[in-house]
């Protein structure tokens, strides 16, 4: 008896705690929550402004509301509504004037006087960092010769373009000889009297919205190369069981990897990249721990690389193939 007692005042007692938990939860007193106190900027440059504010601690808190204008203090604007204590903007004119103010909304949506009016002028104080961890990729494919270049760009909101100057030398200058293009992306397609088989060099400039430059990248380079015909098996055939494909040289040492599809569209069923230092001479790979089905229709074709076979400088067309048997 006393046990039984004894677990009923503990339920009794639990739910009373559940009662008084939703009534602080749902707690309402009926007032917009205080004004944000101590905001200031924290970084105005480069077009972007940091500005902060010490936190409310009313029950019913919900969120911030940041409000901006631009020029002088009639027209400010809501921007942004937030938990944090912070708002980052970006994307600013550098000479402008930008004035900010807080407010606080507590759960039913009442919003408190706005805050003390803070003002930035994120003046253009430094050049763009430069770009990261460029490459170059030469590419031939379905008759367009290119060299495909990406890099990674840094978290500048006001970098309005990266400038790509090219070379046929490591050192060569940049100028407006070698300026190449623009992109506004963090990669760029060069296609400009791209020659096959000649070494292009490249470096990326981030350029901002008033003019100041990074320094630039390392020097990347590739080359496209000749797209490898394939010989044997030749297009359409119907052939025995064979050990090993045929296809032409690029004319120097290069990369190679060779694959066959049950379709032109799909991924391959069997694929061997290697390299050689062929140049005049026909290649052959091996067809090495490949389930061929007599009377099934195959494609093949081969691609050249310099870097990575899945990175092809050159593509051949495919190549259609049967395998039936011998007699």
Not at 183 to 206: K, M
Not at 285 to 311: C, D, I, M, Q
Request: glycine share 4%; proline share 6%.
């Amino acid at each position: 008896m006393i046990y039984r007692i004894t677990a009923t005042l503990a339920i009794v007692a639990l739910f009373a705690a559940c009662e008084r938990l939703t009534d602080f939860e749902d707690h309402d007193d009926g007032l917009p929550p205080g004004v944000p106190q101590g905001v200031r900027v924290e970084y105005a440059s480069d077009g972007e402004a940091l500005i902060s504010w010490k936190k409310n601690v009313e029950i019913d808190f919900a969120r911030y509301v940041v409000y901006r204008a631009a020029f002088d203090v009639s027209n400010f604007r809501e921007v942004a509504r937030t938990t944090n204590t912070y708002y980052y903007d970006d994307s600013l004119a550098y000479w402008n004037d930008y004035y900010y103010r807080v407010a606080a909304m507590d759960d039913e949506g009442r919003i408190s006087e706005p805050s003390e009016t803070v003002v930035v002028k994120p003046e253009n104080n430094r050049s763009p960092l430069t770009p990261l961890f460029p490459e170059a990729y030469g590419r031939n494919w379905e008759g367009k010769v290119s060299i495909y270049l990406e890099w990674f760009s840094r978290s500048e909101s006001d970098v309005a373009r990266h400038d790509v100057y090219r070379g046929t030398e490591s050192d060569f200058p940049l100028d407006s000889t070698t300026f190449v293009g623009s992109a506004t992306a963090s990669w760029f397609e060069d296609s400009a009297n791209v020659e096959l088989s000649q070494t292009y060099y490249y470096r990326i400039v981030a350029v901002d919205r008033d003019g100041l430059t990074s320094d630039p990248t390392p020097v990347v380079s590739d080359k496209a190369l000749p797209a490898p015909e394939p010989i044997f098996p030749p297009d359409r055939s119907a052939v025995e069981f064979f050990e090993s494909f045929a296809f032409t040289s690029v004319g120097e040492p290069a990369g190679y990897r060779v694959a066959i599809y049950e379709t032109p569209y799909g991924e391959p069923v069997w694929k061997d990249a290697f390299k050689s230092d062929a140049t005049t001479d026909t290649v052959r790979a091996r067809l090495g721990g490949a389930y061929l089905a007599y009377h099934s229709n195959y494609y093949w074709r081969v691609s050249s690389f310099t870097k990575s076979p899945e990175r092809p400088n050159g593509v051949s067309s495919f190549r259609q193939f049967t395998v039936v048997e011998s007699y």
